[in-house]
């Protein structure tokens, strides 16, 4: 049984393993076969694994269950790490430019100060994760949930935000110049100080006081938005009968 050690922070305390971080590092190195490499990930318990500072990119992670893994500061550049579970796992830091993180979980995870710029997180839970200074320049994340997420200041220009949730999330000072943020749900957000130059909204979901809430939110874009999309009420929710309220270009 791998040893273990207690990682301290002002939140919580973590078990995080080194052992399993080492035994990973050396799967990868030993170059295995794709079918004996899956069946490994798969039967072995990876949870906790100590891996900060490692260089895993190009790594071929799918379906890997790193739940609570410590990856700060990690390369993980290009890696495929599609299906994979990341819940609460720290990636503080970690690079993640152009991996595959499609249908992955990461409900919880610390991705502050994380580089992503075109990476691919199609249908990935980030729900609850804190994304704060973090890089997701020209990423592609059509379908993934933020849902209550700490955004604030992370850099997402030019990324592809079609269908994405973003209810309840922490957007302000988020830089989404030149976005689609096409039929993203945008209710309950904060939006201050944020950039929202050419931004496409069309059909976003908004809240009823939304115009209200630019005023107080005043993001760079604010004028371009109001000039070329309406507030409509065009539909009610058939869960609790509510109006719902999108954006619809002009």
Request: aromatic residues 6%; glycine residues 8%; negative net charge.
């Amino acid at each position: 049984m791998p040893y273990q050690y207690i990682e301290a922070d002002s939140l919580s305390e973590k078990s995080c393993s080194p052992g399993r971080g080492q035994l990973l590092q050396a799967l990868v190195l030993m170059n295995i076969d794709t079918g004996s490499f899956a069946r490994i990930k798969q039967n072995t318990l990876f949870a906790g694994a100590d891996l900060r500072g490692a260089y895993l990119k190009k790594s071929d992670l799918s379906g890997i269950n790193l739940e609570g893994a410590n990856l700060k500061e990690a390369d993980l550049s290009g890696a495929n790490l599609k299906g994979a579970h990341l819940g609460g796992a720290n990636l503080w830091g970690a690079n993640l430019g152009a991996a595959n993180l499609s249908n992955t979980d990461l409900n919880g995870a610390d991705l502050s100060w994380a580089q992503l710029n075109e990476a691919t997180l199609p249908l990935a839970n980030l729900n609850g994760a804190n994304l704060s200074n973090a890089q997701l320049i020209k990423s592609e994340l059509i379908g993934a949930t933020f849902r209550w997420a700490q955004m604030s200041g992370a850099l997402l220009n030019e990324a592809n935000l079609t269908g994405v949730s973003l209810l309840g999330a922490n957007l302000s000072k988020v830089n989404f110049s030149q976005a689609n943020l096409s039929d993203t749900d945008l209710r309950l957000i904060d939006l201050s100080e944020a950039d929202i130059f050419g931004v496409v909204f069309d059909k976003a979901s908004v809240d009823e006081k939304w115009p209200e809430k630019l005023e107080q939110w005043r993001p760079s874009g604010m004028k371009e938005l109001r000039e070329n999309y309406s507030v409509v009420n065009d539909s009610i929710s058939t869960v609790d009968k509510r109006k719902i309220y999108h954006l619809i270009k002009k």
